[in-house]
């Protein structure tokens, strides 16, 4: 068939009684077809990179860390991690903060998650790497300053009510008795108060704490003076400072 004639059959098809029926359906399915081709449009394809540099005077101790955006931008929620360092601020509109290396830690890893209306769209990491000599604190601060680490982590894997594993370790400097443990697991991209809510762990006599917890990817341990108030869920931990008097967050052990 020549393509004039099958111009031609196209143009019959198209008028006539049964056309000027269906035409206000054929209208309404073309108006749902545009709006469904614009809508595969990815509107959250956005990946971020990540880079440091020294910042300010302190370039031993203090990176800028900033991200790279490709993609749509409009609408965009930064949220901040690390390993054993802290980030300030730890959620910010810019891809942008500054990392603090934790004393006598020469390597970390710094994480960013990329946000739009309350969905997590893409994450990126970067490994970093202390470049100055550390300096042991003297004998007279390490008695004093309040440190916590974790010398039993349990697994990474994913939380869940029906998991349980078993977390300790040891606090160090002048601790009072009424001082306290609060514990997290991070899973499912946010951290949870461990084992239950408004969990506090005592310290025992030979300084060390233990308990059982949920399991996560992260698990963080906190020593706390009277009067903090802890977060059952919350997108961040609070940084050291206040009534937050140590803080160690750990990967999780892998299998």
Same mark, same amino acid.
């Given at each position: 068939?020549?393509?004039?004639?099958?111009?031609?059959?196209?143009?019959? +098809?198209?008028?006539?009684?049964?056309?000027?029926?269906?035409?206000?359906?054929?209208?309404?399915?073309?108006?749902?077809?545009?709006?469904?081709?614009?809508?595969?449009?990815?509107?959250?394809?956005?990946?971020?990179?990540?880079?440091?540099?020294?910042?300010?005077?302190?370039?031993?101790?203090?990176? %800028?860390?900033?991200?790279?955006?490709?993609?749509?931008?409009?609408?965009?929620?930064?949220?901040?991690?690390?390993?054993?360092?802290?980030?300030?601020?730890?959620?910010?509109?810019?891809?942008?903060?500054?990392?603090?290396?934790?004393?006598?830690?020469?390597?970390?890893?710094?994480?960013?998650?990329?946000?739009? %209306?309350?969905?997590?769209?893409?994450?990126? %990491?970067?490994?970093?790497?202390?470049?100055?000599?550390?300096?042991?604190?003297?004998?007279?601060?390490?008695?004093?300053?309040?440190?916590? %680490?974790?010398?039993?982590?349990?697994?990474?894997?994913?939380?869940?009510?029906?998991?349980?594993?078993?977390?300790?370790?040891?606090?160090?400097?002048?601790?009072?008795?009424?001082?306290?443990?609060?514990?997290?697991?991070?899973?499912?991209?946010?951290?949870?108060?461990?084992?239950? +809510?408004?969990?506090?762990?005592?310290?025992?006599?030979?300084?060390?704490?233990?308990?059982?917890?949920?399991?996560?990817?992260?698990?963080? +341990?906190?020593?706390?003076?009277?009067?903090?108030?802890?977060?059952?869920?919350?997108?961040?931990?609070?940084?050291?400072?206040?009534?937050?008097?140590?803080?160690?967050?750990?990967?999780?052990?892998?299998?």
């Amino acid at each position: 068939m020549s393509n004039s004639s099958f111009t031609g059959l196209v143009r019959l +098809a198209f008028s006539g009684a049964w056309w000027n029926r269906l035409a206000p359906y054929a209208t309404c399915f073309l108006a749902v077809l545009v709006i469904a081709l614009t809508g595969c449009s990815d509107r959250n394809g956005v990946e971020i990179t990540l880079q440091a540099k020294a910042a300010g005077k302190e370039t031993a101790l203090r990176l %800028e860390i900033q991200g790279a955006v490709k993609g749509p931008q409009a609408g965009l929620h930064y949220k901040w991690f690390s390993v054993s360092g802290q980030c300030e601020p730890q959620e910010s509109d810019v891809a942008v903060t500054v990392f603090k290396f934790a004393e006598g830690v020469k390597q970390d890893r710094v994480t960013v998650e990329v946000w739009r %209306e309350g969905k997590r769209i893409a994450q990126n %990491e970067l490994g970093v790497t202390f470049a100055g000599e550390i300096v042991e604190p003297s004998a007279g601060d390490q008695g004093n300053r309040v440190q916590i %680490e974790i010398t039993e982590v349990p697994p990474a894997e994913s939380g869940g009510e029906d998991t349980r594993s078993t977390i300790a370790g040891r606090v160090r400097g002048k601790i009072r008795p009424e001082y306290r443990v609060v514990l997290y697991a991070r899973a499912y991209e946010c951290w949870y108060m461990q084992p239950t +809510a408004h969990d506090l762990h005592s310290i025992q006599r030979d300084d060390t704490w233990t308990s059982w917890t949920h399991t996560g990817e992260q698990y963080a +341990a906190l020593v706390v003076a009277p009067g903090f108030t802890p977060r059952v869920r919350s997108d961040m931990l609070p940084a050291v400072g206040d009534k937050v008097l140590a803080r160690v967050i750990v990967e999780g052990k892998k299998k």
